[in-house]
């Protein structure tokens, strides 16, 4: 199953201009435990997906509300510079959201 | 039991709210109106340029209301990061609608008037002394990174607030400031705990945005107390529950088990989110663990250059198909027709090609099926506007009539929606500085000034 369908809340961010944050919230604590057990969301994983180095890639579960948060170095430009394409980075949740679990 | 209870008016000031919740708000009775006016996310743009991201007629249709209320109840009306970015544009815009709703309305008060622009060579000095740092993943500062900025601001913490209230201020407009500052200044000089305080006010600066439905253009009551804070939409339409307000540490925070303010870091693993009705959230055991030492976040823009866009549709599908030699084709023409006059490596010309890979770029991986049409953007930033322009003259003429093989589209490769097709964007900017600054002063950073108006 994609992780898009499998989330209730799939969904990118500026953590500052510099940062994105991308959010996954799950219904049931099932679905979290799910993606927390299928060890696709490792720093090596979203390292390549996004272009940054595995050692910039925060991963924190939050299981009193079932998500998993990821927070990462913008790799291109920051927040509105000349070669950004995304200014509040709310578009950034692919190709995450294709990994399969 | 000691209570301090306040209203946050709304998530960003120009937004909007309706006047109900002001109403049902002051109904509760409050001890002071809080406002947010600031942010970084719309990009450089603002604090570069000293623009503000929302209009004069919002900021003054939000305000207005707000005043009038904070006025008549005889509570402090405190804003922070006026006219949107903070720098001394910003707060000069902002204060030129204060006025002007000050004597149409006939109002008196005691104004305060904090600056958050912080002197270049104060950074400098710092930077020379070891005492700055990246607040984020970005390089080291540099100190042609600060003289590079247009507007150079520090983000203030509590203090400056407690200086412009501890002297009688009715109104407080400040500079940049943190959105956590606004709201726990008060609470803070009250003696309740600050790690509670801090951790309501980073809920209660966005507005009604922790409630559901979310409503960043509505407004939210914090009261605080000796263990615990509640929050409560001051809508009737909203509800708070412990899993939307426990959700609300994620929004836009690297780290949802803890945040950093000047004050130090508030720790949030040990927190309790608790209904205590239908429409009220109770939260403890929010803790703030203190700085050894006190920082300020830096915030600074450079202008990058000038910028001229195009836009167009494409639905022949080898013109689809031959999009990156068109756009070969297009670089090596522009080049060539500016040898001698620009460099191609001092201008940037980009093809942002909507349908295909227009979002991520080189992080898309390939499509399975070629999109049925394509919207291309053709964006070029240089060093003046009218570089900027001629060549993006250059390079739309020019993918127009490009040629690639097996062409059968030789009339045109472009569906131009406007005449004139070309698009002046202007300025650009880039965030230059976002560092931290240690060991200065406070209250020589954020000087508070008062007016009697």
Same mark, same amino acid.
């Given at each position: 199953m994609r992780l898009y369908d499998l989330a209730r809340v799939l969904r990118s961010k500026n953590a500052g201009p510099f940062a994105l944050t991308l959010d996954l919230m799950f219904e049931t604590e099932e679905d979290f435990d799910r993606v927390l057990n299928a060890n696709v969301l490792e720093p090596a994983t979203i390292g390549r997906l996004y272009r940054v180095a595995p050692a910039d890639v925060l991963i924190r579960p939050f299981r009193r509300i079932r998500t998993i948060k990821i927070t990462l170095p913008r790799a291109g430009a920051s927040s509105g510079a000349p070669d950004d394409r995304d200014v509040y980075g709310s578009q950034q949740h692919f190709p995450l959201a294709d990994l399969e679990v | 039991?000691?209570?301090?209870?306040?209203?946050?008016?709304?998530?960003?000031? #120009? /937004?909007?709210?309706?006047?109900?919740?002001?109403?049902?708000?002051?109904?509760?009775?409050?001890?002071?109106?809080?406002?947010?006016? #600031?942010?970084?996310?719309?990009?450089? /743009?603002?604090? #570069?340029?000293? !623009?503000?991201?929302?209009?004069?007629?919002?900021?003054?249709?939000?305000?207005?209301?707000?005043?009038?209320?904070?006025?008549?109840?005889?509570?402090? =009306?405190? $804003?922070?990061?006026?006219?949107?970015?903070?720098?001394r544009p910003h707060v000069d815009a902002f204060l030129e609608i204060l006025g002007e709703?000050?004597?149409?309305? *006939?109002?008196?008060?005691? @104004? *305060? $008037?904090?600056?958050?622009?912080?002197?270049?060579?104060?950074?400098?000095?710092?930077l020379n002394e070891g005492r700055t740092a990246p607040c984020g993943p970005l390089p080291e500062l540099t100190e042609e990174a600060v003289r590079s900025c247009t507007h150079l601001v520090g983000q203030m913490g509590t203090d400056p607030f407690l200086r412009a209230l501890h002297a009688g201020a009715d109104v407080v407009v400040a500079g940049r400031a943190c959105d956590t500052a606004i709201f726990a200044a008060l609470a803070i000089r009250g003696g309740f705990d600050p790690g509670l305080a801090l951790h309501l006010a980073k809920i209660a600066e966005c507005g009604a945005l922790c409630a559901r439905p979310e409503g960043a253009n509505d407004g939210l009551l914090g009261t605080l107390r000796g263990d615990h804070f509640l929050v409560e939409p001051a809508s009737a339409q909203r509800a708070c529950t412990p899993d939307s307000v426990a959700a609300h540490s994620l929004y836009e925070q690297p780290d949802p088990g803890c945040f950093h303010e000047p004050e130090g870091k508030v720790d949030l693993t040990g927190c309790r989110f608790d209904a205590v009705d239908e429409r009220t959230v109770m939260v403890t055991g929010s803790r703030l663990v203190p700085n050894g030492r006190r920082t300020v976040k830096l915030e600074g823009a450079a202008l990058r250059g000038y910028r001229a866009v195009t836009i167009a549709g494409i639905r022949d599908p080898l013109a689809i198909a031959h999009l990156p030699e068109i756009e070969e084709g297009v670089r090596q023409a522009v080049a060539g027709n500016l040898r001698g006059v620009i460099e191609a490596s001092a201008y940037s010309l980009r093809f942002l090609r909507y349908g295909l890979d227009g979002v991520m770029g080189p992080a898309e991986p390939p499509a399975l099926h070629p999109p049925r049409e394509v919207g291309?953007?053709?964006?070029?930033? *240089?060093?003046? !506007?009218? @570089? *900027?322009?001629?060549?993006?003259? =250059?390079?739309?003429?020019?993918? =127009?009539? !490009?040629?690639?093989?097996?062409?059968?589209?030789?009339?045109?490769?472009?569906?131009?929606?406007?005449?004139?097709?070309?698009?002046?964007?202007?300025?650009? /900017?880039?965030f230059a500085v976002y560092h931290l600054l240690e060991g200065e002063d406070p209250a020589v950073l954020f000087p508070v000034e008062i007016r009697e108006v």
């Open positions: - | 039991m000691k209570e301090l209870r306040f209203l946050s008016l709304t998530g960003m000031l #120009g /937004y909007g709210y309706p006047l109900e919740s002001l109403r049902r708000g002051l109904a509760r009775g409050v001890s002071f109106i809080g406002v947010d006016a #600031g942010s970084t996310d719309p990009g450089p /743009y603002y604090l #570069g340029s000293g !623009q503000g991201f929302v209009k004069p007629r919002q900021v003054r249709r939000d305000l207005e209301h707000a005043l009038l209320a904070a006025r008549g109840q005889r509570i402090p =009306l405190i $804003v922070g990061s006026a006219g949107g970015s903070g720098a709703i000050a004597r149409e309305r *006939a109002l008196h008060f005691r @104004l *305060a $008037v904090i600056r958050a622009d912080v002197p270049k060579d104060v950074v400098i000095r710092a291309l953007v053709v964006d070029v930033v *240089a060093p003046t !506007q009218d @570089l *900027a322009e001629t060549i993006l003259s =250059l390079a739309r003429a020019t993918a =127009l009539h !490009q040629s690639f093989p097996g062409r059968k589209s030789t009339a045109g490769n472009l569906a131009f929606p406007f005449s004139p097709s070309d698009l002046s964007a202007g300025a650009v /900017y880039e």
